[in-house]
């Protein structure tokens, strides 16, 4: 006797609170995975930091959830470190926070259904960082349409509170950590999020994008330091999007 799957394809669960409950908790187990993991150890080098900037455990636990992207947190604790202005970190939390869009853009309309409110996509598009994206992005057309609204809220509020305690629970500990393994931990967020990024590309022109700016990061940081990243991703990018168009255009 087979047994049958938790998730279905097509759309014709009923959408009462129990099957919202249900998925509710399929979406929270997603989110305590080894990518969950990872950030978490991420989240413990961005414990220290906090620390060390003179950030107090509870505006660094704060800023868990009101910036929810750990790059946009260490930019805004690097502006207090440098003496930067209220509007000064605004901006730059702004700027790095804009790599987010497009992630926003091809998540939300998988989320939509009938009768998806607008102010709960709105809410829900605050989850989106690169580790709910990758993971929802996998496994979010498994769900039925009408739930899934519930599954993924289920998946980054759990991610936001697991890392709110690790946070809190670092900065207490923070002390006692080698600072070069604080640093290590730190480290392994970038080399998550290019594999992640890697094995959920669905396009060729993805890969291609990864592959150029890998070559091209080192050698622009070498010729325009502070605007190495930028460039490599406006000329990866659009070398890739290039390659796309000439591939799909006809013959």
């Known amino acids: 006797m087979s047994s049958r799957s938790p998730y279905l394809q097509e759309d014709e ?12 908790l399929i979406g ?12 978490c150890t991420a989240h413990i080098g961005f414990a220290g930091l906090a620390q060390e900037a003179g950030v107090t455990m509870w505006q660094a636990v704060f800023m868990v959830p009101v910036v929810w992207a750990l790059p946009a947190m ?14 000064a970190a605004a901006f730059a939390v702004m700027l790095s926070s804009v790599r987010l869009a497009p992630m926003v853009m091809s998540l939300v309309p998988e989320l939509r259904s009938g009768r998806s409110s607008r102010l709960v996509l709105y809410f829900l598009a605050h989850f ?17 349409k009408s739930l899934r609204t519930s599954y993924y809220f289920g998946l980054g509020s759990v991610l936001i509170a697991i890392n709110m305690v690790v946070v809190g629970v670092v900065y207490v500990l923070a ?25 959920s590309a669905r396009e060729n022109a993805a ?4 592959a150029l700016g890998l070559v ?36």
């Open 74 to 87: 260490v930019i805004l604790l690097g502006t207090i470190m440098t003496g930067g202005g209220l509007f």
């Open 216 to 251: 091209l990061g080192p050698l622009l940081h070498r010729a325009i330091p502070g605007f190495d990243l930028l460039a490599a991703g406006l000329i990866g990018g659009g070398l890739a999007y290039l390659l796309h168009l000439v591939r799909r255009a006809p013959a």
């Open 13 to 24: 669960s009923p959408s009462g609170f129990a099957e919202r409950r249900r998925w509710f």
């Open 207 to 210: 890969y291609v994008a990864m």
């Open 28 to 39: 929270l187990s997603k989110a305590i995975s080894v990518p969950g993991l990872i950030l």
């Open 128 to 144: 989106v960082a690169v580790t709910s994206w990758v993971i929802a992005m996998e496994t979010i057309r498994q769900v039925p």
């Open 175 to 199: 002390p006692s950590l080698p600072p070069l393994v604080v640093a290590c931990l730190y480290l392994l967020t970038p080399m998550y999020f290019v594999t992640s990024l890697w094995g």
